[in-house]
């Protein structure tokens, strides 16, 4: 069975520190990684996948298989990042999603 | 842009009371999905759909069932609704192995 563990259920951090949020993971295939994030009243939406090895508002995530691992990183907290955020992983040609419990990010002015 | 609408953002019903949450999708995505969003559960999967009039059951089937009779429109039915289901319902859609886009969500309060 797939599953993703998010240990932090809120990390609070000062403006301008950096931010890693953890996501562990088990599969045994290949599996497909995202970290989506939600922002206060607004929709969960896509910040990135690992196949797409980009950073999207400062924010990177690498996938480690060997410790089965997808932490999401920025080098400097901005206020506007505070959000909930969740890991995510995929598998199966139907694009089943298993979702993590979520990480309540807080960045203190 | 993609755009996956749910019929209502709060919603209150009664226990016993049969539940009819919507949602519609405009980009022809293939897959449909249900989810319930609980504080320290996370994104829950109920059913999803990958198909016209297909469905599979997700992770947290028990005292839900959906139905797909057109392409852009999945509809998660609570057949008497319970206490234990008020929760933040969230539907999606996919194509491929795309990214999924979520809905605005539908506040669920069962009394």
Wanted: hydrophobic share 30%.
């Amino acid at each position: 069975a797939q599953r993703v563990t998010q240990p932090e259920k809120l990390l609070s951090v000062f403006k301008g520190a950096p931010v890693e949020l953890k996501c562990n993971y088990s599969y045994s295939g290949s599996p497909e990684l995202f970290w989506y994030v939600q922002y206060s009243r607004q929709r969960l939406q896509l910040l990135l996948r690992h196949i797409s090895r980009e950073s999207i508002k400062g924010f990177t995530a690498d996938l480690n298989k060997g410790e089965t691992s997808f932490h999401l990183k920025k080098p400097f907290a901005q206020e506007e990042d505070s959000a909930m955020y969740y890991c995510a992983l995929t598998s199966g040609g139907y694009q089943k999603v298993t979702f993590g419990t979520g990480t309540k990010l807080q960045v203190i002015p | 842009d993609v755009k996956v609408t749910q019929s209502s953002r709060y919603l209150v019903k009664r226990t016993g009371e049969k539940v009819f949450l919507e949602c519609v999708q405009d980009m022809d995505h293939e897959n449909m999905f249900w989810y319930r969003q609980d504080p320290g559960l996370g994104l829950r999967l109920i059913y999803f759909s990958y198909d016209v009039k297909m469905k599979e059951k997700g992770d947290i089937p028990e005292g839900y069932s959906v139905s797909r009779e057109k392409k852009e429109r999945f509809s998660l039915i609570l057949e008497s609704a319970s206490t234990n289901q008020t929760s933040m319902y969230l539907c999606a859609s996919s194509a491929g192995v795309q990214p999924q886009h979520f809905g605005d969500g539908t506040r669920l309060s069962i009394l």
